[in-house]
């Protein structure tokens, strides 16, 4: 009886790391989007502190920044005077380091 309270526990810790490794190799890096951000220029436009100014809105309180969904497809298919950037490897696969930079940001 006790080897199978054994094996039972072997199998919920393993698929407990399991699902601890999936997750961890999910998570975004928020340092990695903060350079995208310097780098990529979007803080040329949108400002070093994400607020923006007169002509360039503001990623704080946008709500386009919302939700990622919103947020790639402005990015990468861009609007007037926001450059679309599905042609830049660096953004297009990074974006999702960039959302969680922008979001990291916002007011909580
Ligand atoms: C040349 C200046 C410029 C650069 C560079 C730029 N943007 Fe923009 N961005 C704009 C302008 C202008 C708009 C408003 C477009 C419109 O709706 O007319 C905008 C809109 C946005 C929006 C939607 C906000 C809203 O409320 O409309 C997001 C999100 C955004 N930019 C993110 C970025 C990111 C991330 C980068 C870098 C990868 C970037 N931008 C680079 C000028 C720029």
Not at 35 to 63: D, M, V, W
Not at 82 to 89: D, I, S, V
Request: charged fraction near 20%; proline fraction near 4%.
């Amino acid at each position: 009886m006790k080897k199978n309270f054994s094996v039972v526990g072997t199998i919920i810790a393993g698929a407990f790391l399991a699902g601890f490794a999936q997750s961890a190799l999910a998570e975004v890096d928020i340092a990695a989007g903060e350079k995208i951000y310097q780098r990529q220029r979007c803080e040329t436009c949108h400002g070093g502190n994400l607020q923006g100014s007169a002509a360039f809105p503001n990623l704080l309180t946008s709500p386009k920044t919302a939700t990622l969904e919103e947020f790639k497809k402005i990015v990468l298919e861009g609007k007037s005077a926001m450059p679309a950037f599905a042609a830049n490897k660096t953004v297009a696969e990074g974006i999702d380091n960039l959302y969680a930079f922008v979001v990291s940001k916002k007011p909580k």
